[in-house]
C-alpha cells in the first residue's frame, strides 16, 4: 500500500534524477572534456554519503552535485545546493579523498553543480541536450585553504 503511495505521490522521480544524471555525465565527457570517473560514489562507512560524479578536468579532481529541475521548478538547480546539503557535500569528499592512498590523492581539486532541465519523460528521447545544461564551475565548498 505504501509503496503504490509513494508512486502515486512521487511518479518517476528516481528516473529523472538517473536521466539527469546520464545526462549531465554525458555532457561534461562531451562538451567539457571531463574523465568521468565514478558516478554516484557512495561512503561504505555512511551510504548517506553520496557524491553524484567525480570526474577528472585535467589534473584537477571534480566532484559534481547534478541537480535534475521540471519545467515549473520554482527553485534553480544551483539555489537547491544550500547550506544543509554543501555540508552533507563536503563531508562526502572528505570521505572520498580519506578513501584514495595517500600517493592518488589530488593537489587540486574543486566543486561543480550540474543543473539539468527535465523536459519530461515524453521529450527526453528527442536528445538536445546542450540546451538543458547549466554548468557552474568552481563553487566554493570548500575552505581557501582546505587540507586533507
Known amino acids: 500500500m505504501w509503496q503504490w ?3 502515486r505521490l512521487h511518479p518517476k522521480r528516481e528516473d529523472a534524477g ?3 544524471e546520464a545526462t549531465a555525465a554525458a555532457w561534461l565527457r ?5 574523465d568521468i570517473i565514478i558516478c554516484n560514489w557512495r561512503d561504505p562507512n555512511d551510504l548517506r554519503r553520496e557524491i553524484d560524479i567525480v570526474a577528472h578536468d585535467g589534473p584537477v579532481l571534480v566532484f559534481v552535485e547534478v541537480k535534475t529541475r521540471g519545467e515549473g521548478a520554482t527553485v534553480s538547480g544551483f539555489s537547491a ?4 546539503k554543501r555540508k552533507a557535500l563536503r563531508i562526502a569528499c572528505d570521505a572520498y579523498l580519506r578513501a ?3 600517493s592518488a590523492r589530488p593537489l587540486t ?5 550540474v543543473e539539468v532541465a527535465d523536459p519530461g519523460s515524453g521529450l527526453r528521447a528527442v ?3 546542450g540546451e538543458c545544461v547549466r554548468h557552474f564551475a568552481n563553487v566554493p565548498l570548500f575552505r581557501t585553504y ?3
Do not use: A, H, I, K
Request: proline content about 3%; hydrophobic content about 35%.
Open 81 to 84: 545546493v544550500n547550506r544543509r
Open 100 to 102: 584514495l592512498p595517500v
Open 127 to 129: 536528445g538536445r541536450v
Open 146 to 148: 582546505y587540507r586533507r
Open 5 to 7: 503511495l509513494q508512486t
Open 109 to 113: 581539486f574543486r566543486f561543480d553543480v
Open 30 to 34: 562531451e562538451r567539457c572534456g571531463f
Open 18 to 20: 538517473s536521466w539527469g
